[in-house]
């Protein structure tokens, strides 16, 4: 699957509100659809980052050697998912903000681990 076809899978999600493909080093996104005037994709993008990066550090100060799947922060009305990518992506996350009325997490997390496991980059 490539990142167009990943991100309108995302995208297909009850209640997804945008998607992102992001590179952690840079900071940069690779792809995204959706966002509009709820959710700027490129801010979102950057700053989610920020949090992966923090987190990668944190695990590494403590030792830990797991790998992380998912960073889930919970707004008032969205769920911001963050999905690492595992080995062969390279240093990349999917990123999904959905609404928080409409959507079902654990269905989320599920269509995330499908894109990974198809998704070829």
Same mark, same amino acid.
């Given at each position: 699957?490539?990142?167009?076809?990943?991100?309108?899978?995302?995208?297909?999600?009850?209640?997804?509100?945008?998607?992102?493909?992001?590179?952690?080093?840079?900071?940069?996104?690779?792809?995204?659809?959706?966002?509009?005037?709820?959710?700027? =994709?490129?801010?979102?993008? *950057?700053?989610?980052?920020?949090?992966?990066?923090?987190?990668? +550090?944190?695990?590494?100060? @403590? $030792? !830990?050697?797991?790998?992380?799947?998912?960073?889930?922060?919970?707004?008032?009305?969205?769920?911001?998912?963050?999905?690492?990518?595992?080995?062969?992506?390279?240093?990349?996350?999917?990123?999904?903000? =959905?609404?928080?009325?409409? *959507?079902?997490?654990?269905?989320?997390?599920?269509?995330?681990? +499908?894109?990974?496991?198809? @998704? $070829? !980059?």
């Amino acid at each position: 699957m490539d990142i167009e076809t990943a991100l309108k899978e995302a995208m297909a999600v009850d209640g997804a509100i945008g998607a992102a493909l992001v590179d952690f080093d840079s900071g940069m996104s690779l792809g995204s659809m959706g966002g509009g005037h709820e959710l700027d =994709l490129d801010v979102a993008a *950057a700053g989610n980052t920020e949090v992966v990066r923090a987190k990668v +550090r944190t695990l590494e100060a @403590l $030792s !830990i050697s797991d790998s992380i799947e998912d960073i889930l922060i919970t707004l008032d009305r969205q769920y911001h998912l963050l999905r690492i990518l595992g080995h062969g992506h390279g240093r990349l996350f999917l990123y999904l903000a =959905l609404n928080r009325e409409r *959507a079902n997490l654990a269905l989320a997390r599920h269509h995330l681990r +499908r894109i990974e496991a198809e @998704l $070829s !980059i």
